[in-house]
Each structure stands twice: as structure tokens, then as C-alpha cells.
């Protein structure tokens, strides 16, 4: 049988670890663990009054679409609306710098 081991001398008291069968079933030691419950869990849906006000955002840029289409179409821009879930428009203007405009609560 072949004993393998490693000596390590990189601290004041040289450590010497072994590879072999026997050896690494001795040597085991259990896998750390994780624990991923750290932090509050993740909002799955808003309250009446979120949704009131996310929808009081949505009417009121609809309702200011016309302006943010007029002003697109004098600058070069692109008028979009990313999300249907969350209120927002995006101007764009792709040119050798690109700009962007967002709006959003």
C-alpha cells in the first residue's frame, strides 16, 4: 500500500495531510451549510394602495403621451414602454452616442 501525504510549511507549525483511502476517511470533515433564509422574503404582491398609486403613475403618463411622442419625434428620439407591470417610458436615440430618457416613479 502507498501512504501519499502533503507537508505544508507556509506557517510555523508545518501541517502534513493525507491523501491516502484510509487516510481521507479519517481526514473528512462535513460540507459547510449554506444558509439562504438571511433576509426578509421577496414581495410576491402589492398592497391596494401600492397598486392605486401604480396605476394613478400609469394613467397619468398615458395621459402625457402625446407630449413625450411630440418631443420624441422633434429630437430623433424613440418613444417605448418597457413593462406593462411597472409604469415607465423610455426615449431612445441610437446615434454614435447613444441617449436615453427614462420615466419612471
Not at 483511502?21 to 462535513?30: D, S, W
Amino acid at each position: 500500500m502507498v501512504h501519499l501525504s502533503t507537508v505544508t510549511h507556509n506557517s510555523q507549525t508545518p501541517q502534513e495531510k493525507h491523501f491516502c483511502p484510509e487516510c481521507a476517511l479519517i481526514e473528512q470533515v462535513p460540507p459547510p451549510h449554506l444558509d439562504f433564509t438571511t433576509g426578509p422574503p421577496p414581495i410576491t404582491s402589492l398592497s391596494s394602495s401600492a397598486k392605486l398609486k401604480l396605476t394613478t403613475v400609469h394613467e397619468k403618463l398615458t395621459e402625457l403621451d402625446s407630449i413625450f411622442q411630440s418631443f420624441c419625434t422633434r429630437r430623433g428620439y424613440t418613444l417605448a414602454a418597457p413593462s406593462d407591470l411597472w409604469p415607465s417610458r423610455r426615449a431612445r436615440a441610437r446615434d454614435e452616442i447613444d441617449r436615453q430618457l427614462h420615466l419612471s416613479p
